[in-house]
């Protein structure tokens, strides 16, 4: 096989095949490790601080009919494709799981549950499992990268049915062709994914990682059973179909050299990733301010901030989803609330009138220039102005979590607790994490298993 990169006459596709299926575990960096683990670990969290929420928790009854596979936060076990619907569908549901701003989507939460649930039904390693989730990330974000996905799509639920299925191949121990053959047949079943449930409050939303999960474990089944995809999916799909573009050179730029994973952003405020340099701002002027920001005592706020921002307008949003999707409660809610934690975005905060009419006083347009610092930087820009005519005034020109501005693993730690403790006693919780951080050096993943399903 020609070194990665150097015989030019092999096409990307088979370049990238090539690379995923090959590329040895050994030889993941030492950072990267680190990172995923941590990566992992926080889609714990997100998935079993999402599995206590009412309609996840519902569904979960209605599928997890018993299987090899864990259903995190609920005891309950799945089918290993099943359980990927289920558990990145709960990871999805609190709006807290990772992200990777380059490729402006969630590889993460797309990527793991359907590597765990297959690693569970099939024996793997640790550190196998480590790199499965780390390739299928990388290929997922790629893809991301190079494509310029039509602006009325949601990005969930597109390319992250390849990151799951070539993760699933990863653990199978499929060669260049069989990993070639499954990103053709995984490109052609992502969604149709609208843009306009993020902006509705539209719940399906949150199925759509769930979707690309179930999707990269069928794959698996599909191949076995036949099933082929077109000569080259990903261009035509990611290329004409949902994007009329994708830039073949940005899939193989420095790959095996630049980890996405080391790219990636961590969540804290518990809300869309495009309120959070509004958030950052305004923890800024509260950080200032002789004491908190009286609601009462506030005129209007301003927020500047780049147009995917601006598009999360507003002012009423009609269900916990929408207001994580709208600057103007977002702001409401943490000042009113102190936070912008989990609980200040559930129905009760949607419906309280405080926080309503704060929110029926903040509006947000874009500024052209935040526009054109995407997708390297996220600006915001927030200006209260008080009854008084006091103004006070904050800028930020990324988010804190991303990988210029990183958490420390003690502070994502913290929020991993904050989210499991939701369905776990704490000495559990952190059972878990000890394992994930630790999982490098498992022979199987067997005892993990069992610390979750307990």
């Known amino acids: 096989m020609a070194a990665i990169g150097e015989d030019k006459n092999v096409d990307y596709l088979t370049e990238i095949a090539e690379f995923a299926a090959s590329f040895p575990s050994a030889d993941l960096p030492t950072d990267a490790v680190k990172r995923t683990k941590v990566i992992m670990a926080d889609c714990i969290g997100a998935i079993a601080g999402g599995a206590a929420e009412a309609e996840p928790a519902a569904l979960a009854r209605r599928l997890a009919t018993g299987g090899t596979a864990s259903v995190i936060g609920t005891g309950l076990t ?151 995809g077109e000569i080259n999916g990903i261009s035509h799909v990611f290329g004409k179909v949902v994007s009329e573009q994708l830039d073949e050179a940005a899939m193989t730029d420095a790959l095996g050299t630049r980890w996405e994973v080391l790219r990636n952003y961590f969540k804290m405020h518990a809300c869309c990733r495009y309120n959070h340099a509004a958030l950052d701002a305004l923890e800024m002027i509260q950080a200032e301010a002789a004491q908190p920001l009286d609601p009462d ?36 809610t943490t000042i009113v609330n102190g936070n912008s934690r989990v609980g200040s975005f559930t129905i009760d905060k949607v419906t309280d009138e405080a926080i309503r009419a704060l929110a029926a006083r903040v509006t947000v347009r874009e500024d052209p220039a935040m526009s054109t610092a995407l997708p390297d930087f996220r600006p915001a820009r927030v200006t209260v102005h008080l009854t008084d005519g006091t103004t006070l005034a904050a800028e930020t020109e990324t988010n804190r979590g991303d990988f210029e501005d990183p958490y420390q693993v003690d502070e994502i730690r913290e929020k991993y607790l904050s989210l499991t403790t939701r369905q776990w006693p704490e000495a559990k919780a952190a059972e878990v994490w000890d394992a994930m951080m630790a999982l490098d050096g498992a022979e199987k993943i067997t005892g993990l298993s069992q610390t979750i399903r307990a």
């Open 297 to 332: 005592q506030i005129d209007r706020i301003e927020v500047e901030s780049y147009w995917l921002a601006a598009e999360l307008s507003d002012q009423r949003p009609r269900n916990v989803l929408a207001g994580k999707f709208s600057v103007p409660f977002a702001l409401a």
């Open 78 to 228: 799945a089918p290993p494709a099943q359980a990927a619907l289920l558990n990145g569908t709960a990871g999805t549901w609190l709006e807290m799981d990772e992200g990777n701003q380059f490729c402006r989507g969630h590889p993460g939460i797309h990527a793991f549950p359907a590597a765990f649930s297959f690693a569970e039904a099939h024996g793997a390693t640790g550190r196998d499992l480590i790199a499965a989730v780390a390739i299928g990330y990388e290929i997922g974000a790629r893809i991301g990268i190079a494509a310029s996905l039509r602006p009325t799509m949601h990005p969930h639920g597109t390319w992250g049915s390849v990151a799951a299925a070539v993760a699933v191949q990863r653990l199978a121990g499929a060669d260049a062709g069989r990993m070639r053959a499954a990103m053709n047949v995984a490109s052609n079943l992502g969604l149709a994914t609208s843009r306009r449930t993020m902006l509705e409050g539209g719940t399906v939303r949150n199925l759509f990682a769930g979707v690309s999960g179930q999707m990269g474990v069928l794959v698996h089944d599909l191949l076995d059973a036949g099933v082929c």
